[in-house]
Every structure is written in C-alpha cells, then in structure tokens.
C-alpha cells in the first residue's frame, strides 16, 4: 500500500471508501503493518486484537457492499486510550492494578463509534490512571515523541498523540481532566479538543476528577476533530453530568462564514515563564488574527494564579475517592500471602499502584480529612468559583480566549520524573478552562529552534465547541504546520 495512503485525513480516506478505490480491510491491514513496524520505535499502543478490527473492517465491507455506509467514519481506523472501556478488551488504565483486566461493556463513546461502523484499533499509552504530563508514569511502557525519541510525548495521552503523529493512525479518542488531550497534542505537533464538560458522556471512562474528566477527539486537521466529535458527542443517560440538547452540526460550521470576531488575550497568559520560541510562535498566531479581521483584546483572569493549586487539590480528593474502588476485591489483581481482609486490601493497593497515583492519593484523602476538609477541598471548591466568574465575565467582552497550550516544547525523556511539581506546572495554561468546563482546542502553531512542535490553544464559551474550530480552522487554512512530518515517519 502505498506511503500516501497513512498521511490522508479522515474526510479524504472516507472518500476512497466510498468510491472504492480501497476496502476497510485493506486500509485496516495497512495501519496495522504500520503499527507493527513503527511502534517497536514509537511504543504508542499497549495491545491490540488485530482479529477483531479485522472483523470490524470486514463488517464494514460487507454493509458498503449493500448499500448501507453508516457515514464519514464507517471503516475508519480509530485509536483509543486505555481509559475508555471496549467490551472484550483489556482496560488497563497503564496500572498494574488493572493489568489483567478485560473491560466487560463498551463505554457511550465507543457504542457511538461502533453505532458509525468505526474499526478501533488498538489500546493506546497514557500515563498511569492518566495522572501525569508526560505518559512515563505508564507502569508499562515509555512512548517516546515522534519528533524526537529521546523527548517525551506530553501527558496523559502521549499515545493517542504519537499514534496520530506517527499515522499509526488517522485519528484517536483520549481524555482530558487537565490537558491531556491538548497538552500532547501541543507536544507532537497535532490537534487535540477537550469539548464542553458534559458534550461527551463520561459512561466508561475510568474516573479520575470526575467534575473535569471529559472524553475528546485528537487528529491531524480540525475536520478530522470534528467529524470525530460529531459522532462521539451528545447526551447519554447513564452519565449524570451529560447535557441535554441537539448537537450541533460540528462540520457543516466549517461551510458557513459565521466566525467569531473578538479574541480574547489574558495578561496573566503572556507574563513570565514561557520558553522564547513558544512565546514567538503564538504572538505571530496573535498578528496573524489581527490581520485576519478579528479584533484582539487584553484581557484578565485575575484567579489564574490559583488554577494549579486548586486544580491539584480538587483532582486528587476526587481521583483518591475514585480510586478506592480498587481494593484487590473487585476488578482487580489480588496480592497473594496475605494474612486478613485488611492486609489483603492493603498489599493491593500496595503493589497495584505505582509512585504518582500513591501520591496523589495520599494527597486527595489528605485534603478531604475531617481536619483539614474546609482549609483545602471547600476552599478550592470557592476558588475554582471564582476562576470560572473570571472566564464568564471575560467572555461577556470576547467570543474566544487565546493562549499558548503549554509553556514549553517537549522535553527530554526523565528530565521532571524526579520533580513533581514542576511536571505540574507544565499545565499551567489547560487546567483553568477544565476547572471551569469549557472547551478548549490545541492546534500546531509552529516550531522551535530544535525543530520540537509548538501548540496554540483556543478557549471558549460552554458549550460553543464550535467557535473555537471554526477560530482554529482559520489559522490552520494559511498555515502548514499540520502537514510537517517528523523524520522517523
Ligand atoms: N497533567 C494533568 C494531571 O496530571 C492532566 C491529567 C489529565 O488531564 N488526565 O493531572
């Protein structure tokens, strides 16, 4: 199959489909060869059960052959992170705790990919129980950025995003609590959106903060991202939080002229801190706007300042209370030569988890202790008011917010394993927007002096996803960053 064929976008495979230069089968074996080939390099996915994505091909084959295409994902190849539950396949969340765990119903999202005639493909490297910035606290594997092997992919979901870098796929699900789907996807060089909290249903998706986890596309180009939302999106019963109302046409926006027009630019964003060459590249993003037409406005979040305490507190009293269902009962590997109940949940727990979730932990049950409960967790949850008043008030004057994804590009494999604290701050820009639920996307808006991707990030109001690809599809139709390839690919 020829080289080409890995660097099509979704719209453009679903068309060879379609007029049946190719089958789902044949794209299918192409990407698996592909996985196969590259990611003893990349180290992407965790498993894969090539017989039933075979299967789901050939499924695929037979309903075109009738007539009866299930639309622009039917025989598309999809990654998904190992955080969201397939029926039948393993659900590791990248712990040990989960290792053998084989996931028993498919999650609202995968039925909806499933109910499209997707072919899923593979389970793809997050950091373990998606807690992390750079996918090394995987208890399984390192997956190394495409860019650079000895540089990180970002995190949580470093696999989806080396996986769609690579073209080990067109395009994969991940998730967000704080930025793991747009951090990554600044660090590889694609396109990653959290959307709204509660566009997505959150049925099984392994909890993490359960008040910001949301379920989001990642791709090469915006249209991927938004075919893909299109059909994971919309209200489902069996999350409480999901909301109910029509989804919106997410790809016919792109036909339309209705752009927003004032964009958003918070002071707090662009103070010290940020590396040159990513501060370069989104100022550019910034002149290229204001020559487009939109009017650029400073803007202030006053509360930023707090967003990663407050976000650390509330993340880890809701993952150490999520968490506890891991017990060595149920779900779960069981130490053995324990001599109690007690003892037995302990060693579990004890040699299920590894470093950062035990921290975290720790932390989450620490802030929710009777003593300490009012001077923390309630005190955050005020504060994460306040930060979200911020947003609100801003977006009375704006239609969207700009900023950088992250300070920095990726860095070395190992540099902040040591330095927790500093591998929190390297979500510094995506934590705000989770806190508050808003949609946020990532796109490529340059590269640095070491040739490392640089991601600019579009924040907008609830539940205008659309606003802010439509914002992204501008800047990303006079660029060509999205279509650099990294050397190894
Ligand atoms: N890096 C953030 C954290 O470690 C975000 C994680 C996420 O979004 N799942 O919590």
Known sequence: MSEELFHKTVSELSEMLKSKIISSEELTNAFINRTKTLDVKIGAFLSYDEEKTINQAKESDKRRARGLSLGDLD??????????AEEGQPLTCASRILESYISPYDAGVIKKLKSCGAVLWGRLNLDEFAMGSSTESSAFKTTRNPWNLDYVPGGSGGGSAAAVCSREVPVALGSDTGGSIRQPASLCGIVGLKPSYGLVSRYGLAALASSTDQIGPTGRTIKDVAILLQAIAGHDPRDSTSYQADVPDYIGVFNGKNYPKVIGLPKEYFADGIDKDVSN??????????????????????????????????????????LARFDGVRYTRRSKNTNNAMDMYFRSRE?????????????????????????????????????????????EEVDVILSP???STAFPIGEKLDDPISMYLADIYTVSSSLAGLPAISIPCGFSSSGLPIGLQLIGKPFHDADIMLTAKKFEENHDFANRIPNMV
């Open 75 to 84: 025989g598309i190849v999809i990654g998904v992170k190992d955080i969201i």
């Open 281 to 322: 590249a989104v100022n550019k993003a910034v002149d290229f706007y204001s020559k487009s037409g939109f009017v650029m406005k400073e803007i202030s979040l006053p509360h930023s300042e707090y967003a990663i305490p407050v976000y650390y507190i509330i993340m880890t009293a809701e993952a150490s209370s999520n």
């Open 351 to 395: 040699e299920g988890f590894g470093a950062e979730v035990k921290r975290r932990i720790l932390l989450g049950t620490y802030v929710l202790s009777s003593g300490h409960h009012n001077a923390y967790y309630v005190k955050a949850q005020k504060v994460r008011s306040k930060i979200r008043e911020d947003f609100l008030r801003a977006f």
């Open 405 to 407: 994804t992250s300070p």
